[in-house]
């Protein structure tokens, strides 16, 4: 038997919608949906209650928002080489790489493990009195080098020639020689004892926090010695960076012969000057009382 299709069958006819059904199945529908957002604010506001937000971290004490607080350098290696049996262990580092004027200044320095200074770090995250008192502490406490190579000495072999020649002697010219160096930088020195570089060692080492202070502060006092041999550049304040005050002085009275022959606006200065010599004058010694090739050691 052959059933018209435009028919339907009783079993069918009997789920067809009755009229406004379709409406009457809008509305639940859109009552269920309803229902389930609202469960689902309640469910957020469950899980929020059981799993509150961390609360945002505050800045460090005195610090202002957005001042990422910097852990001081630590003793921390120099412990773990002394439970080696390493002993003594220096660290070293160097002042005034970037100048226009004046020496560049190596310190070597062995701290005494029972009288560490407090407060040692990078030199320049110190303000220049607490530089200062440091630099009298570790005078008084540990032993101490110090090396400056002259702007001759960087006029023939370079700014970082000189600084590791200068940073090698003064490991040298300590009273003890150590078994164990770290160095500030990238390079190692050519030392009769073990040579480790630290890149940003000033701020993770306390023995080169030491060295960055002590030659920091004694660089600044040549430069201000300096200052009263060569009036007008202003040594006393900028210390020989290529600060404007400095490039008006250069432009206004020339190079002197403690200015460095080959960085750029001193080598422009000389251009400027008609008739002089192709070499700067030779000096005789270093720039100050000892001569560099002897360095300058003190120890307590």
């Known amino acids: 038997m052959i059933r018209d299709a435009k028919k339907p069958s009783k079993a069918k006819a009997g789920t067809l919608p009755l009229a406004g059904a379709p409406k009457r199945a809008a509305k639940a529908a859109a009552g269920k949906v309803t229902v389930k957002a609202s469960a689902s604010k309640a469910a957020v506001g469950k899980h929020s209650a ?49 100048p226009l004027a004046g020496p560049v200044v190596a310190a070597a320095v062995v701290l005494d493990p029972k009288r560490v200074p407090k407060g040692l770090d990078d030199s320049k995250r110190l303000s220049a009195e607490r530089r200062e008192e440091l ?55 050519a030392t009769r004892c073990e040579s480790e570089a630290v890149i940003g060692g000033d701020g993770l080492i306390a023995s080169i926090a030491a060295a960055s202070i002590i030659a920091k502060v004694t660089r600044d006092r040549l430069m201000c010695r300096l200052a009263q041999e060569c009036p007008g550049y202003g040594f006393e304040s900028h210390k020989g960076y290529g600060v404007p005050e400095h490039l008006d002085a250069l432009s206004r ?18 251009r400027k000057i008609e008739g002089v010599p192709v070499e ?21």
């Open 50 to 98: 059981s799993k509150p937000s961390a609360p945002k971290p505050l800045p460090a004490k005195g610090l202002g928002k957005g001042v990422i607080a910097v852990a001081p350098p630590s003793f921390r290696r120099e412990r773990a080489l002394i439970k080696k049996g390493i002993w003594p262990i220096a660290g070293c580092d160097e002042a005034g790489r970037g």
């Open 135 to 189: 630099f009298e502490e570790i005078c008084a406490t540990a032993q101490v080098s110090v090396v400056s190579a002259s702007p001759e000495r960087i006029n023939r072999d370079n700014i970082l020639r000189a600084s590791l020649w200068a940073l090698t002697r003064a490991v040298h010219a300590l009273p003890d020689l150590p078994q164990h160096v770290f160095v500030d930088g990238r390079d190692r020195l």
């Open 253 to 270: 009275l020339g190079p002197t012969v403690h200015h460095r022959r080959f960085f750029a606006p001193v080598a422009a200065a000389w």
């Open 280 to 300: 700067l004058p030779a000096v005789s010694g270093d720039l100050f009382d000892s001569p560099a090739e002897a360095g300058l050691a003190a120890s307590a």
